[in-house]
Nanobody, 115 residues
Framework: QVQLVESGGGLVQPGGSLRLSCVVS????????MAWYRQAPGKQRELVAT???????DYADSVKGRFTISRVNAKNTVYLQMNSLKPEDTAVYYC?????????WGQGTQVTVSS
């Protein structure tokens, strides 16, 4: 019943920026902590950033200082602002809750950082 739709990915050069969006339907977003994940080919899905219902945030060490997670509950949307992108950030990015039980995963959005 819940639907997660990620968008905003693309091809960017090292040092560039992207803003990802996650639109959540079927739930009142304000009631849920949310998170961004990423998965590179041949690697496990990893937790990138979390945001609580009280707007507190946390980040993986690999992205701390470069990425910012935010939410606009009235728009049912979670954002991930990505700055100073590196080739190792290349992955498919997904949104979901930060702890199980998870919603069904969306299609994700591809981020490719390459010169």
């Amino acid at each position: 019943q819940v639907q997660l739709v990620e968008s905003g990915g693309g091809l960017v050069q090292p040092g560039g920026s992207l803003r990802l969006s996650c639109v959540v339907s079927g739930r009142i977003l304000a009631a849920y902590a949310m998170a961004w994940y990423r998965q590179a080919p041949g690697k496990q899905r990893e937790l990138v950033a979390t945001i609580t219902t009280g707007y507190s945030t946390d980040y993986a060490d690999s992205v701390k200082g470069r990425f910012t997670i935010s939410r606009v509950n009235a728009k049912n949307t979670v954002y991930l602002q990505m700055n100073s992108l590196k080739p190792e950030d290349t992955a498919v990015y997904y949104c979901n809750v930060p702890k199980p039980p998870y919603a069904d995963w969306g299609q994700g959005t591809q981020v490719t950082v390459s010169s």
